[in-house]
């Protein structure tokens, strides 16, 4: 057990509660929470009064990352890790890396937007990359259990606020750059910035593999001096590939030898996605053709291009929330259709209002008819955020239906037979935050319990 704790309620006997004085919480209004549940000793910034002994240093946040580094960084180093960073795919590549890994007997682990995951573990997670005590107790929690390799899914937040202090990546991925929280980093600049910090945790040692039809991808091989490539003229060389509403068939190229194989995953964006996991478990040892005869028992995580046949057509439940991967999932469905493509889709509250009417656009320009719900309205007005969606529509091939349940039931009882029913944006989320409060809400159970 990591002898720093900085949330109160989780202290346990004898642990050092560390006050961090955070965005929306202040760590020193719980001191005396944390004494009582225990610690042994307060790291603050100012003097609280309190009957344990008291360190007041210029800044707890630094203090304990210099702390977690110096005492557990190079225990936790002992791991292989793969980090994955990139706008749109990250949970993808690394859930498939993840389940690869695991089939060719490594005793991996997974961290990422749909939670941590080592054998029986299975802990949801507040964000894709989380606080840096939250990653340094799982990764020494799974390493003592005999993890050997984690593959995660590494945020432009969690870069910028340097979650990973002390830690190194063995082999780093880039996916592609699209816009995407501008409402934090303000430019596409700062934000591929922020993105390109990946490679201060590679060592020169290290393995860099990036999506080279993505423009941003040189920028990563000129900061690290080298880089493997995926893609049309990439090492991995995308020769071609047929895609079902179901599986895609690809070939591709690496070192003048052809390869094919079938994937359970659909669409475009994925052939880059189960390549670039394929590299990096070749980057680990493994030869393609094993894993080329283990790729039939992958699948999709949960929400990401989850295919359900209902009402004669299709239901594709997919976390796609940004303009480019909104763009790229209805295109990559226009392409497979034989009938009718509707979408649902919406903008979440209290993040990103440049991107709302981009998506509105995108949305009914690209499909036979769109339903135009709430994502997540937190504490915004949800008719100020479909306000702010509709100002990018120009068509009239669209409805508005502020309630999600009532949007997605109202979509399936529109499909006839071949028709594809998009519900986008909350993938694998089983809720609806509304004001501060997380409302259940799960897309595929709405699809699964759908009654005519």
């Known amino acids: 057990m990591i002898k720093y704790e900085t949330d109160s309620r989780k202290v346990k006997k004898g642990q050092i509660f560390v006050a961090i004085e955070g965005h929306t919480v202040d760590g020193h209004d719980f001191i005396e929470e944390a004494v009582k549940n225990g610690a042994s000793e307060v790291i603050c910034e ?6 344990v002994p008291e360190t007041v240093v210029y800044s707890s946040e630094k203090y304990l990352k210099d702390q977690l580094k110096e005492d557990y960084a190079d225990e936790i180093n002992k791991l292989k890790i793969i980090g994955i960073t990139g706008t749109n795919g990250k949970t993808t590549t690394c859930y498939l890396t993840y389940q690869l890994l695991t089939l060719l007997g490594v005793e ?75 409402d934090y980093h303000k430019t596409m600049e700062n934000y591929l910035q922020a993105k390109l910090k ?48 179901a599986t895609t068939h690809l070939k591709f190229s690496y070192q003048n030898k052809d390869y094919e194989v079938t994937t359970n995953l659909t669409s475009k964006f994925n052939v880059y996605n189960y390549l670039t996991a394929l590299a990096m478990v070749h980057a680990c040892g493994f030869k393609i053709e094993d894993i080329i005869d283990l790729t039939s028992q992958i699948k999709p995580p949960k929400g990401r291009c989850e295919t359900h046949k209902v009402n004669g057509g299709y239901a594709v439940i997919d976390y796609a929330h940004t303009p ?129």
């Open 324 to 452: 480019d991967a909104v763009e790229k999932v209805i295109e990559a469905y226009n392409e497979l259709k034989t009938a009718r493509l509707i979408t649902i889709v919406g903008c979440g509250g209290d993040r990103d209002p440049i991107k709302r009417p981009i998506m509105g656009k995108i949305a009914t320009e690209l499909s036979d008819y769109t339903i135009l719900t709430s994502d997540n309205p937190r504490t915004e007005d949800p008719q100020k955020i479909m306000d702010d969606i509709l100002k990018g529509v120009v068509g009239e091939n669209y409805e508005v239906i502020l309630d999600r349940k009532t949007a997605i039931k109202k979509g399936i009882d529109m499909l006839n037979p071949e028709d594809i029913l998009l519900i986008l944006g909350k993938g694998h989320e089983d809720y609806q935050i509304i004001g501060h409060e997380k409302i259940h809400l799960d897309d595929a159970e709405e699809v699964e319990n759908w009654h005519a």
């Open 108 to 182: 991996a682990a997974y961290m990422g937007t749909i939670g941590f995951k080592y054998r029986d573990m299975d802990i949801t997670l507040n964000n894709t990359t989380p606080d840096i005590l939250t990653i340094y107790n799982l990764l020494l929690d799974a390493l003592e259990k005999g993890c050997t390799t984690v593959v995660m899914e590494v945020s432009s937040h969690s870069l910028d606020y340097e979650r990973m202090y002390g830690l190194h990546i063995d082999i780093a991925a880039f996916t592609n750059l699209t816009e995407d929280h501008l």
């Open 46 to 51: 100012r003097t609280v009064p309190c009957n």
């Open 198 to 245: 990946i490679i201060d945790y590679l060592p020169s040692s290290g393995t860099l593999i990036v999506n080279s039809d993505d423009e941003a991808s040189q920028k990563f091989i000129d900061k690290f001096g080298k880089g493997i490539k995926v893609g049309l003229n990439g090492d991995y060389k995308i020769e071609d590939f047929q895609i079902t509403p």
